[in-house]
């Protein structure tokens, strides 16, 4: 027993001085991150709660404390694992899997998606923790319980913070969109002071009178800023090798930066207060993904065609929302959310085509040396 753990302490101390060094040595750290926000998660409940009787959900709840300490250790956990995969002085490379050093993420890329992290841990545990509300009415909880449930939230969340922010892939950027903009929109739903918005617009979830305002508002802009770090590493590794597709990867990453900006300012100008400009930058966001799927074969014609078929297909709907909307078939709040879900996942499966674009011309790849100890580089098969 005393030899066991004295290794895991040497594995430990191992992992945390070289911790980039392998996949083990990452998920060690993120182990030790996770019980340390459990640890401190617990002990700092315990404080707070002792004496108390708690309720699940609400001001003052386990659920409250729940998601306001994941926000919390998100953040911290985050730093630490952009800190892990730091490369060494003089080093070469990136530290994520990205085109190259020229293509690293900056610091308002990190902060975006430290934001959207922190913003999945803060809506999601706020909506378990109604949903569980609605599950167990009237049900009391004790001091002791529910520190051990505040502790696990804050643990777990670390853990995933962590190991996101280790391994951020130019795919699993999708992903965290996709995610980020499901709670966020569900979270303004659910929390909005006018059971019926949804007969306005969508946009009435972002109205200052509304309480669902700051989520819905705030998703929009991080949601934006991720848009257009997703442009720069959706076009950075493709194919250039005429002057004509140099030109067409600059105008679709153009493209792509202005529906991220147009999708930001949707967030930063409220439609009860700015409607001319609101309404401008969201028509003006549909016009320019309209206009890259139309040109997207000139743009990128190494793109495959089911791709561009896949786009034409989207556009075709949203044309049609519009005519149902003009003819008063559907109400502006359908056109909207179903245009937003089409163009949203439209960008998903933009970046995750141009990766497999990108390995694919890339030809053979170089393997990982062996755990052997070989370090000298392999053809992969």
């Known amino acids: 027993m005393r030899e066991r753990l004295r290794h895991a302490i040497m594995v430990s101390l191992d992992?945390?001085?070289?911790?980039?060094?392998?996949?083990?040595?990452?998920?060690?750290i993120a182990l030790l991150v996770g019980a340390a926000a459990l640890a401190s998660g617990f002990g700092v409940s315990m404080i707070l709660f002792w004496g108390e009787q708690l309720t699940i959900s609400g001001r003052g709840s386990i659920g409250a404390h729940a998601a306001v300490g994941g926000a919390i250790v998100t953040v911290v956990a985050f730093a630490l694992g952009r800190a892990a995969v730091r490369p060494r002085a003089g080093a070469r490379g990136a530290r994520d899997e990205f085109t190259g050093p020229t293509d690293r993420l900056r610091w308002y890329d990190l902060i975006a998606i430290a934001g959207a992290y922190a913003s999945v841990a803060l809506l999601g545990w706020s909506g378990v923790a109604q949903l569980l509300e609605l599950s167990f009415i009237g049900a009391p909880v004790f001091a002791f319980p529910g520190s051990v449930l505040v502790g696990?939230?804050?643990?777990?969340t670390a853990y995933v913070a962590f190991l996101g922010s280790a391994r951020l892939t130019p795919l699993s950027l999708s992903m965290d969109l996709a995610v980020f903009l499901v709670v966020g929109a569900f979270a303004a739903m659910l929390t909005s002071s006018d059971p019926r918005w949804w007969q306005n617009n969508l946009s009435a979830l972002g109205m200052t009178s509304n309480a669902a305002a700051p989520a819905f508002n705030v998703t929009l802009v991080i949601a934006g800023i991720i848009v257009t770090t997703i442009a720069r590493f959706a076009t950075a590794a493709l194919p250039v090798a005429l002057p004509a597709q140099r030109r067409g990867r600059t105008v679709m990453r153009t493209g792509l930066v202005l529906v991220g900006l147009f999708l930001a300012a949707v967030g930063?100008?409220?439609?009860?207060?700015?409607f001319a400009l609101h309404n401008t930058v969201a028509t003006g966001m549909v016009v320019v993904y309209g206009v890259m799927i139309c040109?997207?074969?000139w743009l990128?014609?190494?793109?495959?065609?089911?791709f561009f078929a896949l786009g034409y297909a989207y556009v075709a709907v949203i044309a049609l929302l519009a005519m149902f909307f003009v003819t008063g078939y559907y109400n502006l709040t359908a056109v909207e959310l179903i245009a937003a879900v089409l163009i949203f996942s439209w960008i998903i499966v933009?970046?995750?085509?141009?990766?497999?674009?990108?390995?694919r011309d890339d030809g053979p790849e170089i393997a990982a040396p062996s755990v052997?100890?070989?370090?000298?580089?392999?053809?992969?098969s």
């Open 15 to 28: 992992a945390l001085k070289r911790p980039a060094r392998s996949a083990e040595s990452i998920e060690t």
């Open 350 to 359: 933009f970046l995750r085509t141009t990766a497999t674009v990108t390995a």
């Open 268 to 274: 930063v100008f409220p439609v009860d207060r700015f």
């Open 300 to 306: 990128l014609p190494t793109l495959p065609r089911v």
């Open 152 to 156: 696990v939230a804050l643990g777990l």
């Open 295 to 297: 040109a997207l074969p």
């Open 372 to 380: 052997a100890g070989d370090r000298s580089p392999t053809l992969s």
